[in-house]
């Protein structure tokens, strides 16, 4: 007699495989951090300059905002010039997610923050630095426009010169005292 054959359910290879990538997918997905929101932020009058713990929203001229890694709040600055700083300080964090600062393209002086659309990166930004123009705190500024026809429009009316983030001077931001 031969011995009898018991059919047991075992489940076919194909299938543990897709348990397991099933359970390692929901795994993973847990341990994901939530996406961190890098649009910019709108300036409210509780909104203080990182460097001159002043309001910002009561300084004339282009602001910035920069985003840490990991932080929900924006670094407000009263001017561009002190965020540029900002990137340049080895004691500051390096943790920079992004960089917006308020382009003067036909907009007021007085605040030109107070549209959301206003925002550029600063990154695509051309800036006038040298001009008679003076950032919130007084200082010489680095004044950011969407375009460089807008930036030498700027810079014909006010003087200064045109240039890129990344070509602005560390003296011009770090040495200058006017």
């Known amino acids: ?30 341990s994901q951090e939530p996406v961190q ?15 001159c713990n002043m309001i910002v929203a009561y300084h004339p001229g282009p602001k ?19 965020a540029v700083a900002f990137t340049m300080l080895p ?8 960089i917006y600062v308020t382009a003067m393209d036909q907009v007021e002086w007085e605040h030109p923050e107070n549209e959301m659309d206003n925002w550029i990166v600063a990154k695509d930004a051309w800036f006038v630095i040298g001009s008679e123009k003076r950032g919130g705190m007084g200082q010489l500024e680095a004044v ?16 200064g010169r045109v240039v890129a983030f990344s070509e602005i001077p560390k003296d011009y931001i770090m040495n200058s005292t006017e």
Request: net charge positive; with cysteine; charged share 25%.
């Open 91 to 98: 004691d500051e964090p390096k943790t920079i997610a992004a």
């Open 37 to 51: 929101d890098l649009s910019p932020q709108q300036v409210t009058v509780d909104d203080l300059g990182y460097y």
């Open 144 to 159: 950011p426009f969407r375009s460089s026809a807008s930036a030498e429009q700027f810079s014909q009316a006010h003087g």
């Open 1 to 30: 007699m031969k011995p009898e054959m018991r059919k047991t359910s075992k489940p076919k290879i194909s299938t543990l495989i897709l348990l397991m990538t099933l359970l390692v997918l929901l795994g993973c997905e847990q």
């Open 64 to 82: 910035a905002q920069i985003l840490l890694s990991k932080r929900d709040k924006a670094i407000w600055f009263s001017s561009v010039r002190d």
